[in-house]
Structures are given as structure tokens and as C-alpha cells.
């Protein structure tokens, strides 16, 4: 809902000063490069864990960005008041995607570390040889080559149409990005869907779930609007959006948090629920290794940590309109969403208990720092909001 009034005055464009950050964006590159150095001396010392460190770091932080470009399309395609104001921030991460597809690169290398279907031979497995079909390197190249493709070019679209707007505010380009978006959206799907099923799924050939796709999107949705919480917040404490991003503006991405939290939840519960219904062997291994020794403990840790804690806090009103408490709880997701990952991913090495190591760590820093050193060279390009969108008067003026 949105109150009019006329006596809202349209605000000019509001810049990132790159000169008062200099100093982040070279810690940031700073530490960015060495940790990707350690990572090469990582890849060389211990391949195998490695391997599984760095597909880990890269499917975080690729699904909190691609969560960000699911928000963008969802803009546009219901033609959203209350997220013009936040919506060049979701540009600007979703922009990452490109970088993210040069940090896929050592997937590619270490493949036969990773994907054990690339190491059997045809006829040794009746199972694999019933999927050869999909599951054969060249057709996962290709699919790996067209979602980056897609994400890139659908993103850098958005984002160009919604930069033009800036400079004439010409509202045909409200159409065109909603033209995209629409053509978008189902394209989306399918990128995530099968991009989850080829480098998560895939860890495990054996086994299957038509529920995956969706799993993944709820955890990836949940966490990039939390992530957007927190980067606005920055800014905010930084000195910009003051008068642009309201306490009304928190409250609804509080809202959208909590309905995030109840559809993982949902998703998650169902696909365990089923799998354990039916109890066949070929679905149930998946569960059964995540319920042994200590990986028992992290999962039940998940399920408390990322439904029922953020359930409880975000279900009431004040947390949502408190945007220090709100960044609390959206920083908890966003780890949450880190031990999600790493849940689904780690097992596959370290079956039999949690064993962490110091290149889970270093992987993350590397990518995570690598990527904030670009999104501030990004971030000063343009306006932090949308300062022309035909939409931008009702934004400013949303109320719950």
C-alpha cells in the first residue's frame, strides 16, 4: 500500500564517493589477492579438499547473487513500487555474476575431484549409464556456458535500461526492462534449477530429488534479501539513502525475510519428509549421511538456526522497523545460509563426521573480498536509486 501526496519532492541523484572508501577498496584488493594466492598454494598442496572448499565458497556466494537477479525480475514483472529505491543495489550485485563465472573456472579444473560420474567409465555403473545422456562432460559445459550467459546478459540488460532511465527518465525503458524480465523469469528457473542439480546434485549421481531446484531458490531468495538488508544498511550508516530508504522500506524486506524463512522450511521439511515416507535406499542416502556423527548435530543446528530462531524474532512487528535488529537477524541468515551449503556439499567428502578446514575458510575470504572490491568499483558508476523511475514518487511514499 502507498499513500499519495503531493508535497514529496523528487530527489536528485545521490552519488558513491569512491574517495572517503579508498581505503576499503584496497584492504579489500589487498586481501583478496593473497587469499587467492594461499588458494593456488591450497590447489597444489591438497587438490581433493580444496576442490570441495572452493565449490563450496563459489555456490554461496553465487546463490546470494543470483537471489539478488530473482528480485530484480520480481520488480519488474509485478511493476513494484516499494523496491524502486532498493532496486539499483540488487543491479549492482547482480553485475558480480560475471566474476563469479571466472571463480567457476577451478570447478572446471578439478572436475574429476569433485564429480565422481566423470571418472566412471560406460558399462561399470547401470545407474549412470541410464543418465549418460545428461550427465556427460560435454553437455555440462555447455549448460555451465548458458547460464552464466543468461544470468550475465539478462543482468547487464536490467541494469543498462535502468541507467539510461537515469540520464532522460524516459518510461519507455520501464517497459523494455519488464519486457526482459518477463522473458527472464522463466529462463531464471531453469538456469537454477539445473545449475543446482549439475555442480550440487551432481555430487552425488545416485541420488535425486524433483524437489531440489526449489530448495535451493528458497535458501538463495531468503539470503540475497537479507543480503540487501544489510549492504542498504551500510550505506545508510555511511551517510547515503537516509531520506530514500525508510523504516517502511525495512519492514517490507523484514516481511519478505520472514516469508523466506516459512517456504525454506516448508521446501526442506517436505523433501525429508517424502524421502523418509517412501524409504527407498537410493533417495534416503543422502539424509542418512547428514544424520551421522557430527554432521547430525550441524543439521539439526541448521534447522533450529535458520527456521526456528529468524521465525521467532521476525514474526514480530518491532525487529522489522528497527533497522539494527533487522541487520542482526540478516546477518544470522546469511551465515545460516553458509551452513546450508556447506551441509550440502562438504558430506560428499567428509561422509563419515564435520571435519573443517583452513581452505573452507581462505576459499571464502578470496571470493568474498574479491567480490566487495568490485561491487565498490561498481557502486560508484551510477546513482544509488533510480532517480527518473516513472515509480519513484510512490516508493518514497509507501507506508505498511
Known amino acids: 500500500m502507498s499513500e499519495r501526496s503531493d508535497f514529496v519532492p523528487v530527489p536528485e541523484g545521490e552519488y558513491f564517493e569512491t574517495n572517503r572508501f579508498a581505503g576499503l577498496s584496497l584492504l579489500l584488493a589487498v586481501v583478496g589477492l593473497f587469499s587467492l594466492a594461499l588458494c593456488a598454494v591450497g590447489a597444489s598442496v591438497n587438490r581433493h579438499q580444496f576442490s570441495f572448499s572452493w565449490l563450496f565458497a563459489f555456490a554461496f556466494f553465487f546463490t546470494l547473487l543470483a537471489g539478488c537477479f530473482f528480485w530484480i525480475i520480481v520488480h519488474h514483472v509485478t ?18 555474476i560475471p566474476v563469479m563465472a571466472v571463480f567457476f573456472i577451478p570447478v572446471l579444473i578439478f572436475r574429476h575431484h569433485l564429480y565422481e560420474w566423470m571418472n566412471v567409465a560406460p558399462g561399470h555403473d547401470p545407474i549412470l549409464d541410464s543418465k549418460r545422456a545428461y550427465l556427460n562432460w560435454h553437455f555440462f559445459l555447455v549448460r555451465a556456458i548458458f547460464y552464466f550467459a543468461f544470468f550475465t546478459g539478462a543482468a547487464f540488460l536490467l541494469r543498462r535500461f535502468s541507467v539510461r532511465q537515469d540520464r532522460d527518465g524516459n518510461p519507455a525503458y520501464t517497459l523494455k526492462m519488464r519486457r526482459v524480465a518477463f522473458t527472464a523469469l522463466p529462463l531464471f528457473a531453469l538456469s537454477l534449477t539445473f545449475g543446482a542439480y549439475d555442480w550440487l546434485l551432481g555430487l552425488d549421481y545416485h541420488w535425486f530429488s524433483t524437489m531440489w531446484g526449489v530448495y535451493i531458490f528458497a535458501g538463495a531468495a531468503g539470503s540475497s534479501m537479507s543480503l540487501l538488508v544489510l549492504v542498504i544498511t551500510a550505506l545508510r550508516n555511511a551517510g547515503y539513502l537516509k531520506d530514500i530508504v525508510t523504516m517502511e522500506h525495512y519492514h517490507i524486506m523484514g516481511k519478505w525475510m520472514l516469508s523466506f524463512v516459512v517456504f525454506w522450511a ?3 521439511f517436505s523433501q525429508y519428509m517424502l524421502i523418509w515416507y517412501a524409504n527407498m535406499p537410493e533417495e534416503t542416502e543422502y539424509f542418512i549421511r547428514r544424520n551421522t556423527e557430527s554432521w547430525n548435530s550441524l543439521s539439526l543446528f541448521l534447522v533450529i538456526g535458520r527456521f526456528f530462531v529468524p521465525f521467532i524474532l521476525l514474526l514480530v512487528r518491532s525487529p522489522k522497523r528497527k533497522a539494527r535488529q533487522l541487520c542482526l537477524i540478516a546477518g544470522w541468515l546469511v551465515f545460516m545460509q553458509a551452513v546450508d551449503i556447506y551441509i ?57
Open 266 to 268: 516448508y521446501i526442506g
Open 79 to 96: 511493476d513494484a513500487e516499494w523496491s524502486v529505491v532498493v532496486r539499483r543495489q540488487l543491479e549492482n550485485l547482480a553485475m558480480l
Open 344 to 400: 550440502v556439499i562438504l558430506p560428499a567428502l567428509h561422509g563419515v563426521g564435520l571435519h573443517l578446514s583452513i581452505w573452507d575458510f581462505v576459499s571464502l575470504i578470496a571470493i568474498g573480498a574479491t567480490l566487495g572490491f568490485f561491487y565498490l568499483r561498481i557502486l560508484a558508476k551510477t546513482s544509488l536509486f533510480p532517480n527518473r523511475d516513472p515509480r519513484l514518487l510512490e516508493s518514497l511514499r509507501t507506508t505498511n
